[in-house]
């Protein structure tokens, strides 16, 4: 899919307009067929975004107003308006926004869609019979009711790792900091 090229948002107006304890994101990429992400995110004065790890994604941080710092690798390193930071994949990183809070953009490739696979790791999509199960009538097709495997339960709850600004799910078991928009988790 091909787009026209436009303006999406002008990021000083974003920062000008929020306000002093806003924090998060204050704006997002969300163009339909894109191959790219890209966040505003903005920390108020002293705020943190908790040492954290990209796994998956190397990611460019561009600092636009503000200021602070960030600790990469045990390393402090400024970051002032019109800074560029690289955060290779699997490097940790924390943020401190300093006195006057921290607005910067986040971008990176757009991340692969969730899969669904099945419970065996099959590529079927529906659950496949064990061994030995009564067989399933073709004419009721792929829908039809099999019996339950037994797997152990219900699956985890996983509502706590879900970020309450942006929605993203943390890999971290035990998450303080959203990776994405640096909101803090409630506490367990």
């Known amino acids: 899919m091909n787009s026209v090229?436009?303006?999406?948002?002008?990021?000083?107006?974003?920062?000008?307009a929020a306000a002093p304890d806003d924090r998060g994101a204050l704006w997002q990429l969300a163009e339909p067929g894109r191959e790219l992400d890209a966040n505003l995110v903005r920390l108020p004065a002293g705020a943190e975004v908790g040492e954290h790890q990209e796994d998956v994604l190397d990611v460019l941080l561009v600092v636009v107003a503000g200021g602070g710092r960030a600790v990469v690798a045990g390393e402090e390193l400024d970051l002032t308006p019109t800074t560029v930071l690289w955060l290779p994949r699997t490097s940790r990183r924390a943020l401190v926004a300093g006195l006057g809070g921290l607005a910067y953009l986040t971008v990176h490739r757009r991340r692969p869609g969730l899969t669904i696979t099945s419970p065996a790791g099959t590529s079927a999509p529906f659950p496949v019979a064990e061994p030995g199960a009564e067989p399933v009538a073709e004419s009721a097709g792929p829908y039809a009711a099999r019996p339950a495997a037994d797997e152990g339960g219900e699956a985890p709850c996983m509502l706590d790792l879900v970020c309450p600004a942006c929605g993203r799910l943390s890999a971290?078991?035990?998450?303080?900091?959203?990776s994405r928009c640096?909101?803090?988790?409630?506490?367990?």
């Open 5 to 16: 090229p436009r303006v999406l948002a002008v990021l000083d107006e974003l920062v000008t």
């Open 172 to 178: 971290d078991p035990e998450p303080v900091f959203c």
């Open 182 to 188: 640096g909101e803090r988790f409630a506490e367990r």
